[in-house]
């Protein structure tokens, strides 16, 4: 395969967090060098020229929800996938929260197979940690990780008996397997729709009080401590979490956190009239926690942010606030909310790409998320400044869940590759 | 006169200005009511259905009296019986019936935010008939007409409201049109019914009854549901009778002349003592029933002719 230099760039490198003008060359599908000129003289076949816009290691999303099996309707792997390529993520860490959940090694099997056929970018499967995602039994996560499961999730569903989630742990221990945990304590949120305060009050929506995250994290990491598995909590999405968090790092726990985009990017506010795309799980959060959030992402306190990508139907948005489903698809838009980080919060490109690619790909043990020599040319190519506003019908998944249809955003993919090969952008950037 | 709505959905989007021609309009349908004919004709020719998905009989009955009074046709339908048992949605339901091309939709649901869901798929006016916890405008209108005819004023008045607050589409009501309308509005109520974020509202909050009654010219009973009594919420009926059952001892604390309000139904000895209850000196739950009628049938008049006035196609 012939060298292919991308030369006039700017690169954004989330390991040394700099951002300054450079190029990368790429042999068969891998980075061999790096320079710090734009226009280096070096002997190639082909060059892209990246027009002075920004070169990043592609985006790592953990956790990602693909329809299959059981709902293809709202999203398949190609469409996820294309959407993906579009949104300048390589790597999708699908969810196993499907109906049936991805519980057995034959079920991983048959997803690997779809998602491999179908998919343009790197798909990696999670499986489920207990069977049916019910939290009664542990699955076989020996098996399971022979048949490629990077990590063990029960999703949104919290295992409550905690002398089941210990012995899951322990076993998960032993063969060094990644845990998920959703943290929302489920008695506390039994039936929430928002989270309590005035908002909450004035809609008239149960509420569930932002301490109940913070249960769910001290209660997982007393387990994890106890057992000694490695652990990344889903998503934190509140200040009074944070100490917790920032405590049990410091104590030596194997312990990461990530966030969603639209934790970091929207309030309880923004729920307004009861706009039921605005529904998630966690509810979205007051803006002090929001403005904490941020914070903790910029000093490294949480380690990954993720589109959280739930696609749902519009059956199923389209019912009273309380009545209809949580989630919202984010493949597309994860880049562009998170420039919003960048100009209105003011966080630096590499680190935002610290916790989108290289922070996920390290905690999965991946070489990608990174612009070094030998890591995979996994590369997005984008203009943070390009305006646009969103229209949902244009978009490549499926569902059209998005919070953000009509937002002004800013921020385009303008090229995606996938081991060198372009998945997505124009025929020559 | 001034009232600029489409819908009637809440009293959180509504004027001082607006609530006070509500209220004018519902002093003349009073006069109507109380006459030997009571028939008027601002609704004549329009067609106006209730819609109720939550059981309601005073409601319903104030509505229905309200359109038949004003010449409307009137339908009824008894929503949990009907289609959403055989799996139609809310939308469904809406687009079904403006097909029929009702006036006016009068809509109950127990859901926070179904109506306002609702009307943003019909082209006719929709009043709602309470929703969920969030909002009940024409009972806090009625209330709100109550309390004028009783004190002469609505406002710089100190009212308390007491029971279950984070329960009630009433309380939600009732404090933001008692706080639009300039009055000092006190919550009273044992603190797992008090909702999340309460004193944010602007409302000052007492844990105990008579202290929270001390010199208020109005006490507003909330209904406490059979269903939050038994340890869920409160240990037991007869302990919260004795904490916050409104009873001559602790209505002492309230002002001389202060009027006693409840929205119905009534559970005597639980929230409310039935003497207290009918007492013509200070009961005016019988009066409230008396209002509804009239502000549903000035609500609905309102609604009625901004419906007239506008052009056809802005509602299509």
């Given at each position: 395969?012939?060298?292919?230099?991308?030369a006039?760039?700017?690169l954004?490198?989330?390991v040394?967090?700099?951002?300054?003008?450079?190029?990368v060359?790429?042999e068969?599908g891998?980075?061999?060098?790096?320079?710090?000129?734009?226009?280096?003289d070096v002997?190639?076949?082909g060059?892209?020229?990246?027009g002075?816009k920004?070169?990043a290691?592609?985006i790592?999303?953990?956790?990602?929800k693909?329809?299959?099996?059981g709902?293809?309707h709202?999203?398949?792997?190609?469409?996820a996938?294309?959407?993906a390529?579009?949104?300048?993520?390589?790597?999708?860490?699908?969810?196993?929260?499907?109906?049936?959940?991805i519980?057995?090694?034959e079920t991983?099997?048959?997803?690997?197979?779809?998602?491999?056929?179908a998919?343009?970018?790197?798909?990696?499967c999670?499986?489920?940690?207990?069977?049916g995602?019910?939290?009664?039994?542990?699955?076989?996560?020996g098996?399971l990780m022979?048949?490629?499961?990077?990590?063990?999730t029960?999703?949104?569903r919290?295992?409550?008996?905690?002398k089941v989630?210990s012995?899951?742990?322990?076993?998960?221990?032993?063969?060094?397997a990644?845990v998920?945990?959703?943290?929302?304590?489920?008695?506390?949120?039994?039936?929430?729709?928002?989270?309590s305060?005035?908002?909450?009050?004035?809609?008239g929506?149960?509420?569930?009080s932002a301490?109940?995250?913070?249960?769910?994290?001290?209660?997982?990491i007393?387990l994890?401590?106890?057992?000694?598995?490695r652990?990344h909590a889903?998503?934190i999405?509140t200040?009074?979490?944070?100490?917790a968090?920032?405590?049990?790092k410091?104590?030596?726990?194997?312990l990461?956190?990530?966030?969603?985009?639209?934790?970091?990017?929207?309030?309880e506010?923004?729920?307004?009239?009861y706009?039921?795309?605005?529904?998630?799980?966690?509810p979205?959060?007051?803006e002090d926690d929001r403005?904490?959030?941020?914070?903790?992402?910029?000093?490294?306190?949480?380690?990954?942010?993720?589109s959280m990508?739930?696609p749902?139907d519009?059956?199923s948005?389209?019912l009273p606030f309380?009545?209809?489903?949580s989630?919202?698809v984010?493949?597309?838009?994860l880049?562009?909310?998170?420039?919003?980080?960048?100009?209105s919060?003011?966080l630096?490109?590499?680190?935002?790409?610290r916790?989108?690619?290289?922070?996920p790909?390290?905690?999965?043990?991946?070489?990608?998320g990174?612009?070094?020599?030998?890591?995979p040319a996994?590369l997005i190519?984008?203009?943070?400044?390009?305006p646009?506003?969103l229209?949902?019908?244009?978009?490549r998944?499926k569902?059209?869940?998005?919070?953000?249809?009509?937002?002004r955003?800013?921020g385009?993919?303008?090229?995606?590759w996938?081991?060198?090969t372009?998945?997505?952008?124009g025929?020559n950037a | 006169?001034?009232?600029?709505?489409?819908h009637?959905?809440?009293?959180?989007?509504l004027?001082?200005?607006?609530?006070s021609t509500?209220?004018?309009?519902?002093?003349?349908?009073v006069?109507?009511?109380?006459?030997?004919?009571?028939?008027?004709?601002?609704?004549s020719?329009?067609t106006?259905?209730?819609?109720f998905?939550?059981?309601s009989t005073?409601?319903?009955?104030?509505?229905?009296?309200?359109g038949?009074?004003l010449g409307a046709?009137?339908?009824?339908?008894?929503m949990?019986?009907s289609?959403?048992?055989?799996?139609?949605?809310l939308?469904?339901?809406?687009?079904t019936l403006?097909?029929?091309h009702?006036?006016?939709l009068?809509v109950?649901?127990p859901?926070?935010?179904?109506?306002?869901?609702l009307?943003?798929?019909?082209?006719?006016a929709?009043?709602n008939a309470?929703d969920g916890?969030?909002e009940?405008?024409?009972?806090a209108l009625l209330?709100?007409?109550?309390?004028?005819?009783a004190?002469?004023?609505?406002h710089?008045?100190?009212?308390?409201?007491c029971?279950?607050?984070?329960?009630?589409?009433?309380?939600?009501?009732?404090?933001l049109l008692?706080?639009?309308?300039?009055?000092?509005?006190?919550?009273?109520g044992?603190?797992?019914?008090?909702?999340?974020?309460i004193?944010?509202?602007?409302?000052?909050v007492?844990?105990d009854m008579?202290?929270?009654?001390?010199?208020v010219?109005?006490?507003?009973?909330?209904?406490l549901?059979?269903?939050?009594?038994d340890?869920?919420?409160?240990?037991s009926?007869r302990?919260?009778y004795?904490?916050?059952?409104l009873?001559?001892?602790?209505?002492?604390?309230?002002?001389?002349?202060a009027?006693?309000?409840?929205p119905?139904p009534?559970n005597?000895?639980?929230?409310?003592?039935?003497?207290?209850?009918?007492d013509?000196n200070?009961?005016?739950?019988q009066e409230?029933?008396?209002?509804?009628?009239?502000?549903?049938?000035?609500a609905?008049d309102?609604l009625?002719?901004?419906l007239?006035?506008a052009?056809?196609e802005?509602?299509?």
């Amino acid at each position: 395969m012939a060298r292919t230099l991308f030369a006039n760039a700017v690169l954004v490198d989330p390991v040394a967090l700099t951002q300054r003008p450079g190029a990368v060359l790429v042999e068969d599908g891998v980075i061999i060098d790096r320079f710090d000129v734009p226009g280096p003289d070096v002997p190639t076949a082909g060059v892209i020229d990246c027009g002075g816009k920004c070169l990043a290691p592609g985006i790592v999303d953990l956790g990602v929800k693909v329809c299959e099996p059981g709902e293809r309707h709202k999203e398949s792997y190609r469409s996820a996938g294309l959407a993906a390529a579009a949104g300048g993520i390589t790597t999708m860490i699908t969810r196993p929260d499907t109906l049936p959940a991805i519980d057995t090694p034959e079920t991983l099997e048959f997803v690997t197979r779809r998602a491999n056929e179908a998919a343009p970018v790197n798909v990696l499967c999670m499986a489920a940690l207990t069977k049916g995602r019910e939290g009664r039994e542990m699955t076989e996560i020996g098996f399971l990780m022979d048949a490629g499961a990077v990590a063990f999730t029960d999703c949104d569903r919290v295992v409550t008996d905690t002398k089941v989630l210990s012995r899951a742990l322990t076993y998960a221990r032993s063969l060094g397997a990644l845990v998920l945990g959703h943290q929302q304590d489920p008695g506390l949120s039994r039936g929430a729709a928002a989270t309590s305060g005035k908002f909450a009050s004035l809609r008239g929506l149960p509420g569930v009080s932002a301490m109940a995250e913070r249960m769910a994290l001290d209660r997982d990491i007393s387990l994890v401590e106890m057992t000694g598995a490695r652990y990344h909590a889903d998503q934190i999405t509140t200040a009074r979490a944070l100490p917790a968090l920032r405590r049990a790092k410091r104590n030596g726990v194997d312990l990461t956190a990530g966030t969603s985009i639209h934790h970091l990017t929207l309030n309880e506010f923004d729920v307004a009239d009861y706009r039921t795309f605005f529904k998630l799980k966690p509810p979205l959060r007051a803006e002090d926690d929001r403005v904490a959030v941020v914070e903790a992402v910029r000093e490294g306190l949480i380690d990954v942010v993720c589109s959280m990508h739930t696609p749902q139907d519009e059956e199923s948005k389209r019912l009273p606030f309380e009545e209809a489903a949580s989630g919202a698809v984010g493949l597309e838009t994860l880049l562009p909310a998170s420039m919003r980080l960048h100009h209105s919060d003011g966080l630096d490109l590499a680190v935002l790409f610290r916790a989108m690619s290289l922070n996920p790909a390290k905690r999965l043990g991946l070489p990608c998320g990174r612009l070094d020599k030998g890591a995979p040319a996994d590369l997005i190519l984008f203009d943070p400044h390009a305006p646009f506003i969103l229209d949902r019908w244009t978009m490549r998944s499926k569902s059209k869940n998005t919070p953000f249809d009509g937002a002004r955003l800013q921020g385009r993919v303008l090229g995606t590759w996938v081991g060198g090969t372009r998945v997505h952008g124009g025929a020559n950037a | 006169m001034s009232f600029g709505q489409r819908h009637l959905l809440g009293i959180e989007p509504l004027h001082p200005v607006e609530i006070s021609t509500i209220l004018d309009l519902a002093e003349h349908y009073v006069s109507l009511n109380r006459g030997a004919s009571k028939h008027g004709d601002a609704l004549s020719g329009l067609t106006q259905i209730n819609m109720f998905f939550e059981a309601s009989t005073r409601t319903q009955a104030s509505f229905e009296l309200a359109g038949k009074r004003l010449g409307a046709d009137v339908m009824n339908m008894a929503m949990q019986a009907s289609s959403l048992k055989k799996g139609e949605t809310l939308i469904d339901t809406a687009l079904t019936l403006n097909a029929m091309h009702p006036d006016l939709l009068v809509v109950r649901h127990p859901h926070s935010g179904a109506v306002d869901l609702l009307a943003q798929k019909v082209n006719c006016a929709v009043l709602n008939a309470g929703d969920g916890r969030h909002e009940h405008p024409t009972q806090a209108l009625l209330d709100a007409l109550t309390i004028r005819r009783a004190k002469g004023r609505l406002h710089r008045l100190s009212i308390a409201i007491c029971g279950d607050i984070a329960h009630s589409r009433v309380a939600r009501s009732n404090i933001l049109l008692l706080g639009k309308m300039e009055n000092r509005v006190r919550l009273v109520g044992p603190p797992t019914l008090m909702p999340a974020g309460i004193a944010e509202f602007g409302v000052e909050v007492y844990e105990d009854m008579a202290e929270g009654l001390r010199d208020v010219d109005v006490v507003m009973m909330l209904r406490l549901q059979k269903e939050r009594m038994d340890g869920g919420f409160i240990p037991s009926e007869r302990e919260y009778y004795h904490r916050y059952g409104l009873d001559a001892e602790k209505l002492r604390a309230a002002k001389p002349d202060a009027i006693v309000m409840h929205p119905g139904p009534m559970n005597r000895g639980v929230e409310i003592d039935g003497e207290i209850a009918d007492d013509i000196n200070r009961s005016v739950i019988q009066e409230q029933v008396e209002m509804g009628v009239a502000v549903r049938m000035a609500a609905m008049d309102l609604l009625a002719r901004n419906l007239r006035a506008a052009p056809k196609e802005v509602w299509a």
